[in-house]
T-cell receptor
């Protein structure tokens, strides 16, 4: 693989169910991020991780959890999905030592909670 | 509070020039980014400004004025494939990106 992959591509989920969105990068970037994108709103940061073993809360963390057991993987879990979590979810990564700290994005997961 | 403002939608003609403006108020400043996002796809990096002035990259240029909290993205010789949303984002004091809602650019033949 090259870059960032996300799975699944899309998912329809019943409210109350648990769901994990997967994200894997092969660029050896130290930082990883989870965003949600809703119509008319900018990308909103859910959680981030500046290095393996550490995580932090973003702007909209409630209802979501993350883990960063290694450099490559950064799964996002919805413990009990609610309809307001219907959104497109993007995972991103960056090299914080680079001059730009430019973020690279995965293809996204379109999640619908009914 | 932190705020990024950019127009919701703009329309331009193929072959013409368009300027997309972005104004920002953030806690700290660690660079301003422009990303392009085609419908149904992921954002992709276009440009980065950290010092005042103009950065040129082919048909695309980006300008920054830190004192005014202002940037613009200039697209020249517009092509139909430039139809996309353009996202302005600012690095805050924690090096997290604060994103604008994006400007949808419609190119007409």
């Amino acid at each position: 693989i090259a870059g960032i992959t996300q799975a699944p591509t899309s998912q329809i989920l019943a409210a109350g169910r648990r769901m994990t969105l997967r994200c894997t990068q092969d660029m050896r970037h130290n930082a990883m991020y989870w965003y949600r994108q809703d119509l008319g709103l900018g990308l909103r940061l859910i959680h981030y991780s500046n290095t393996a073993g550490t995580t932090g809360k973003g702007e909209v963390p409630d209802g979501y959890s993350v883990s960063r057991a290694n450099t490559d993987d950064f799964p996002l879990t919805l413990a009990s999905a609610v309809p307001s979590q219907t959104s497109v979810y993007f995972c991103a990564s960056s090299n914080m030592e680079s001059s730009y700290n430019e973020q690279f994005f995965g293809p996204g997961t379109r999640l619908t909670v009914l | 509070g932190q705020n990024i403002d950019q127009p919701t939608e703009m329309t331009a003609t193929e072959g013409a020039i368009v300027q997309i403006n972005c104004t920002y108020q953030t806690s700290g400043f660690n660079g301003l980014f422009w990303y392009q996002q085609h419908a149904g796809e992921a954002p992709t990096f276009l440009s980065y400004n950290v010092l005042d002035g103009l950065e040129e990259k082919g048909r695309f240029s980006s300008f920054l004025s830190r004192s005014k909290g202002y940037s613009y993205l200039l697209l020249k010789e517009l092509q139909m494939k430039d139809s996309a949303s353009y996202l302005c984002a600012v690095g805050d004091s924690n090096y997290q990106l604060i994103w604008g809602a994006g400007t949808k650019l419609i190119i007409k033949p």
